[in-house]
């Protein structure tokens, strides 16, 4: 290639620059042994007893991503006669803090999603919402939300069921999410609801949802007598609660899907973490952090300042404990059913690309769970892992970090070191 075609490719080309460290490490940095040392006193009464050592973990691994002094990769230009290289530091792979790393988490998911398992027919978007009341049980109880979701997916089943006449095959992906703006904790749920469902004979039968009223105090009363069962709630309490005229449980489903690119979007919000570094700005002298949104009729405000210590207790608190699940699929789209998909014409019929095209090479016996869980760890081929984020920056920012900028050459990694 020659100077001049190199020169063109340079200055038309975007570059891709390696991310460093951001605010949030900063405020990690500085303030999280601190708030470590401090939380059994000021912050375990709100956020909850025993917590401690898994935000420690997770604020540990969060420290490491991005710093150079942890590791770093070599990336090359294959061109002998170019020989442009550059060094890119080891994310943490973890979710919940790092934002970049959720990211990459949320833009896989919506991937995978759009290309694998939603169905070509349409779908809704619901949120469910809960009273203020009995916001406090999800705090303590970080399981609970799997009831809820198993309730929800029932609920729409035998709707179903009621209207179609006939039981019918469905499907279902939800996600809980414990925050809200400004990271109060505002346990609700997103859900992907298939439009409809397959009979018997293979039909598919389409109901539109209507009357969302009466679906909202049916929601009510299964929340409230799962509260009871539960003994969370006595009677006295679960009969106050129904005589609100308000009650505080809600139902939207005001989105409908009906192509790729809407379910890819409603699945990267379902998957987002709980903070935006867009809305943060961090003041190292005073120790403070200044969160910027929207203005909200909740706090009649669009800025707050936090005390650091304080924003980190609010982030940290939606923190799960290890190992749960937050977002399951059920129904034509868990791991049980969907493993039968080559047995089920109607369903191969409808079945997205990316499916019928990795079929043939993914054969081989499907768990049997009543759901298929998104993991907070790392939930693929590491290889496959090491190329994703590739991939990603190219879609997102438009730029391939394994494209040359100065000649337009492949680009590999030549070595990684990784500190002991």
């Given at each position: 290639?020659?100077?001049?075609?190199?020169?063109?490719?340079?200055?038309?080309?975007?570059?891709?620059?390696?991310?460093?460290?951001?605010?949030?490490?900063?405020?990690?940095?500085?303030?999280?042994?601190?708030?470590?040392?401090?939380?059994?006193?000021?912050?375990?009464?709100?956020?909850?007893?025993?917590?401690?050592?898994?935000?420690?973990?997770?604020?540990?691994?969060?420290?490491?991503?991005?710093?150079?002094?942890?590791?770093?990769?070599?990336?090359?230009?294959?061109?002998?006669?170019?020989?442009?290289?550059?060094?890119?530091?080891?994310?943490?792979?973890?979710?919940?803090?790092?934002?970049?790393?959720?990211?990459?988490?949320?833009?896989?998911?919506?991937?995978?999603?759009?290309?694998?398992?939603?169905?070509?027919?349409?779908?809704?978007?619901?949120?469910?919402?809960?009273?203020?009341?009995?916001?406090?049980?999800?705090?303590?109880?970080?399981?609970?939300?799997?009831?809820?979701?198993?309730?929800?997916?029932?609920?729409?089943?035998?709707?179903?069921?009621?209207?179609?006449?006939?039981?019918?095959?469905?499907?279902?992906?939800?996600?809980?999410?414990?925050?809200?703006?400004?990271?109060?904790?505002?346990?609700?749920?997103?859900?992907?609801?298939?439009?409809?469902?397959?009979?018997?004979?293979?039909?598919?039968?389409?109901?539109?949802?209507?009357?969302?009223?009466?679906?909202?105090?049916?929601?009510?009363?299964?929340?409230?007598?799962?509260?009871v069962e539960k003994e969370l709630i006595n009677e006295d309490f679960a009969r106050n609660l129904l005589s609100w005229k308000h009650s505080g449980f809600s139902?939207?489903?005001?989105?409908?899907?009906?192509?790729?690119?809407?379910?890819?979007?409603?699945?990267?919000?379902?998957?987002?973490?709980?903070?935006?570094?867009?809305?943060?700005?961090?003041?190292?002298?005073?120790?403070?952090?200044?969160?910027?949104?929207?203005?909200?009729?909740?706090?009649?405000e669009n800025l707050h300042m936090f005390d650091a210590l304080d924003f980190i207790a609010e982030l940290t608190q939606h923190i799960p404990p290890k190992g749960?699940?937050?977002?399951?699929?059920?129904?034509?789209?868990?791991?049980?059913?969907?493993?039968?998909?080559?047995?089920?014409?109607?369903?191969?019929?409808?079945?997205?690309?990316?499916?019928?095209?990795?079929?043939?090479?993914?054969?081989?016996?499907?768990?049997?769970?009543?759901?298929?869980?998104?993991?907070?760890?790392?939930?693929?081929?590491?290889?496959?892992?090491?190329?994703?984020?590739?991939?990603?920056?190219?879609?997102?920012?438009?730029?391939?970090?394994?494209?040359?900028?100065?000649?337009?050459?492949?680009?590999?990694?030549?070595?990684?070191?990784?500190?002991?």
């Amino acid at each position: 290639m020659s100077t001049a075609q190199a020169t063109i490719l340079h200055d038309t080309r975007t570059s891709y620059v390696p991310r460093g460290r951001n605010a949030l490490h900063t405020i990690f940095e500085k303030h999280f042994q601190d708030f470590c040392a401090a939380y059994e006193e000021t912050y375990a009464g709100r956020y909850g007893k025993f917590r401690l050592e898994r935000i420690m973990e997770v604020g540990e691994h969060f420290l490491t991503c991005g710093d150079y002094l942890q590791g770093i990769a070599r990336i090359r230009c294959t061109n002998p006669e170019c020989g442009h290289d550059y060094f890119r530091p080891f994310s943490c792979k973890g979710f919940y803090l790092c934002t970049s790393c959720s990211q990459k988490r949320t833009l896989l998911f919506a991937e995978h999603l759009g290309e694998e398992v939603l169905l070509h027919l349409p779908h809704r978007q619901f949120v469910f919402t809960f009273p203020k009341a009995l916001r406090v049980f999800f705090r303590h109880d970080r399981r609970l939300f799997a009831d809820i979701s198993r309730l929800i997916f029932s609920l729409v089943r035998q709707f179903y069921y009621e209207v179609a006449g006939t039981p019918i095959q469905t499907g279902m992906v939800i996600a809980h999410q414990t925050f809200g703006d400004m990271m109060r904790f505002n346990p609700h749920y997103h859900a992907i609801i298939l439009e409809g469902g397959f009979d018997d004979e293979g039909n598919f039968v389409s109901i539109p949802f209507a009357g969302l009223h009466k679906m909202t105090e049916y929601f009510r009363r299964k929340v409230i007598w799962l509260f009871v069962e539960k003994e969370l709630i006595n009677e006295d309490f679960a009969r106050n609660l129904l005589s609100w005229k308000h009650s505080g449980f809600s139902i939207d489903n005001s989105i409908r899907m009906l192509d790729r690119k809407s379910k890819e979007s409603i699945g990267q919000y379902m998957a987002r973490p709980p903070l935006s570094l867009k809305k943060i700005t961090y003041e190292p002298f005073k120790g403070r952090v200044l969160f910027h949104t929207t203005y909200s009729d909740y706090f009649k405000e669009n800025l707050h300042m936090f005390d650091a210590l304080d924003f980190i207790a609010e982030l940290t608190q939606h923190i799960p404990p290890k190992g749960v699940q937050l977002i399951r699929r059920y129904g034509l789209y868990s791991s049980r059913i969907k493993g039968r998909w080559s047995d089920i014409p109607y369903v191969v019929e409808r079945a997205p690309t990316g499916w019928k095209a990795e079929h043939a090479e993914c054969e081989g016996p499907a768990p049997h769970s009543d759901f298929d869980p998104f993991p907070d760890t790392d939930p693929v081929d590491s290889q496959v892992y090491k190329c994703a984020w590739a991939r990603l920056l190219a879609k997102v920012y438009e730029v391939d970090p394994f494209i040359c900028p100065k000649c337009g050459s492949e680009m590999k990694c030549s070595f990684a070191s990784e500190t002991a």
